[in-house]
């Protein structure tokens, strides 16, 4: 699933880059639960084409000065304050340029075009989206500021949970031809829309990174596959090769984590963890039993989004069959035949 997301996000970056003629560029929204590694995924990514555009742009750029900020930042990432507001969210993206904020709205969404065009910037990733609620007018101006910046020749890249039903497509239509998602154009709202008169559209894919299934022998292939890089990662000294990937333990670690991405690796970790200080130095289910899921600091994670998930409770490690040895049949009363005559 992290492989295809990531194909489909370098492709479009790349492709999008390519471009110079006038319009809007085509974006797209990483769809997923929480801990489900749509972050992590996408940064990768993004990382990726940093690296080829860079290499691309090497002989036209001048080289690094000590002590000056780069000049040239193709990719930036930015994260939507819980409280959503359009002037919260132009001083998150001017500190990603360590710009200065000016006072004003207008002014601020100003200084973020001015940033995204003067650092040529080709991706702008926007993380908890869905921390948007449509019924704020503040939301409403908000979106409407996001989707503006698509006239800067920028690839939007959004990121959130659970984005068909946090109510951010409401206003959206799915294009017959294209199969993407269409946004109309902004005709409300106090945001700076300089860019209204052009009537462009604002289109988007969706991409889902689900957890991983259990119930198809294609998904249990998937999971087996991703619990085995996992083991040939581990470094306890009383591993073996199967150790995770063997008997019930597969089974017991989907039932515990439910597939997701983030609970299976904080799972595991705390494991090994466990696992070091005792001596085990191998991971059992009977070892995982005791270890408790810890998300650690959720202080900057809205619950209300979805981000934090439900972590499965009261998960019992699986119990050894036992085999049921019969008692023998007493064979004291049974007829053997007739007793062969004494030799006289």
């Known amino acids: 699933m992290s492989v295809r997301v990531a194909d489909l996000m370098r492709g479009r970056l790349q492709n999008n880059a390519v471009k110079f003629m006038p319009g809007t560029r085509d974006g797209l929204m990483v769809n997923g639960g929480g801990f489900q590694g749509k972050t992590e995924t996408a940064c990768d990514a993004a990382a990726s084409f940093e690296d080829l555009w860079r290499d691309v742009h090497r002989q036209l750029l001048p080289g690094q000065t000590p002590g000056t900020r780069d000049l040239f930042v193709p990719v930036a990432y930015c994260r939507l304050p819980v409280r959503a507001a359009p002037k919260a969210l132009c001083k998150t993206i001017l500190d990603v340029y360590g710009d200065p904020h000016p006072n004003t709205l207008d002014d601020l969404i100003r200084a973020v075009r001015d940033a995204i065009r003067d650092h040529n910037t080709t991706a702008l990733l926007i993380d908890d989206v869905t921390r948007l609620r449509l019924h704020r007018e ?11 910046l698509m006239d800067l020749n920028v690839t939007l890249v959004l990121i959130g949970v659970d984005i068909p039903r946090s109510g951010l497509l409401r206003s959206a239509y799915v294009d017959p031809r294209t199969k993407q998602w269409v946004f109309p154009e902004v005709k409300q709202g106090r945001s700076h829309n300089d860019a209204a008169s052009t009537q462009t559209e604002r289109r988007f894919d969706l991409v889902d990174l689900d957890p991983f299934d ?31 990937t063997t008997g019930a333990m597969p089974e ?20 090994c963890t466990e696992a070091i200080t005792n001596g085990e130095e191998q991971l059992t289910p009977e070892l995982l039993a005791r270890t408790s ?5 959720l202080a900057d994670l809205d619950p209300d989004a979805g981000e934090i998930p439900e972590i499965p409770q009261n998960v019992r490690p699986p119990q050894e069959k036992k085999t049921s040895r019969k008692k023998p049949r007493n064979t004291v009363f049974d007829d053997h035949g007739e007793r062969p005559a004494a030799d006289g």
């Open 252 to 271: 017991y670690l989907f039932r515990r984590t439910r597939g997701i991405v983030g609970l299976l690796r904080r799972l595991i970790e705390d494991g």
């Open 214 to 244: 259990y119930s198809t022998p294609a998904g249990i292939t998937a999971f087996l596959d991703h619990l085995a890089g996992i083991e040939d990662q581990l470094r306890l000294f009383r591993s073996f090769e199967g150790m995770l």
């Open 293 to 297: 899921i810890h998300l650690g600091d």
């Open 138 to 148: 503040d939301d409403q101006d908000t979106l409407d500021l996001i989707r503006e």
